[in-house]
Nanobody, 119 residues
Framework: QVQLVESGGGLVQAGGSLKLSCAASGSTFSINRMGWYRQAPGKQRELVAS???????NYADSVKGRFTISRGNANNTVYLQMNSLKPEDTAVYYCHADRYRNYVLIDYWGRGTQVTVSS
């Protein structure tokens, strides 16, 4: 099992910055990919950014050039630096991780942290 705990959300004005952190515990040695998803009211959850165990990253088009994802040295933390925030970035941000167990990819989710960007 893997447990994920997010921190760093809050209220910020448009153009400001926030940094989200996610700490993983449990069977972290076998984590493959970690990332961040977000869900705004009335919308589906969407991928924001992800990073795999080799450091390859993937970003949603809407955040490219503004957000940066990174992993800690111990491979059990992931960060999301968010700059130039816009009101449309307002959402609950969820940490995600996946790992293989008996050749089956299993997903894990944090409880989410609220990010609110005021105009």
């Amino acid at each position: 099992q893997v447990q994920l705990v997010e921190s760093g959300g809050g209220l910020v004005q448009a153009g400001g910055s926030l940094k989200l952190s996610c700490a993983a515990s449990g069977s972290t040695f076998s984590i493959n990919r970690m990332g961040w998803y977000r869900q705004a009211p009335g919308k589906q959850r969407e991928l924001v950014a992800s990073i795999n165990s080799r450091g390859s990253t993937n970003y949603a088009d809407s955040v490219k050039g503004r957000f940066t994802i990174s992993r800690g040295n111990a491979n059990n933390t992931v960060y999301l630096q968010m700059n130039s925030l816009k009101p449309e970035d307002t959402a609950v941000y969820y940490c995600h991780a996946d790992r293989y167990r008996n050749y089956v990819l299993i997903d894990y989710w944090g409880r989410g942290t609220q990010v609110t960007v005021s105009s």
